[in-house]
Structure formats: C-alpha cells, structure tokens
Nanobody, 123 residues
Framework: QVQLVESGGGLVQAGGSLRLSCAAS????????MSWFRQAPGKEREFVGG??????ITYYAESVKGRFTISRDKNTVYLQMNSLKPEDTAVYYC??????????????????WGQGTQVTVSS
C-alpha cells in the first residue's frame, strides 16, 4: 500500500505562486511515476505534470508548461506553481502510477491518489 498526503494549497492572487508537497510512504518508488492532477468544479480530473522517479524526467500539460515545475526529494514530490491564473483554480491531487517507466499522465493507470488540496486563484 502507498499513502500520499498533500499539503500547501491555499488562496493566492493571480500572478502569485504556491508550492504543493506530496509526502509518500508505504513502498519504494524507484520505478514509479509520481504526478499531479487537478479537478475544477464541473470538470474532469486532468493531468498537470508528472515525474518518473528513477530517471527524473518530467512531463507537463501544455496549459502549465513554463509556469509549473515538478521536483522530487527522498519520498516527497513537489509542484512549484508560478504565474498562477484564475483558471488554475482546482483541487489538486497527488498520484502514483506503478507502471515501470511511466510518465504518470494517464488517469486510468493511476494506482494511488492523495486526498487532494484546494488551490484558489483570485483575479
């Protein structure tokens, strides 16, 4: 079993920054992909970005490229969000995909989810 616990959400003005953290425990992650998804009211949960744990290669949705950065340290994955926009408002979920060499971008392949943290960007 894997436990994922997010933190760092909150309210920020447009143009501001937030950093989300996801602490993972329960199993080793050397061949996992860790990723972030988000879900706005009335919309489907969408991929934001992911990192392959062993290679460190990162993947991003087009909508956040150049603004968001994923990184990892020990058993924690971070999502640094800069130049935030009101359309970034959503509940953000940490996710783990145990498929070897995965990017973590496919929602149906996710094996574990965190509880979610709210990010609200005011205009």
């Amino acid at each position: 079993q894997v436990q994922l616990v997010e933190s760092g959400g909150g309210l920020v003005q447009a143009g501001g920054s937030l950093r989300l953290s996801c602490a993972a425990s329960g199993r080793t992650f050397s061949r996992y992909a860790m990723s972030w998804f988000r879900q706005a009211p009335g919309k489907e949960r969408e991929f934001v970005g992911g990192i392959n744990w062993s290679s460190g290669i990162t993947y991003y949705a087009e909508s956040v490229k150049g603004r968001f950065t994923i990184s990892r340290d020990k058993n924690t994955v971070y999502l640094q969000m800069n130049s935030l926009k009101p359309e970034d408002t959503a509940v953000y979920y940490c996710a783990a995909d145990t498929t070897p060499y995965s990017s973590g971008r496919y929602r149906d392949a996710i094996d574990y989810w965190g509880q979610g943290t709210q990010v609200t960007v005011s205009s």
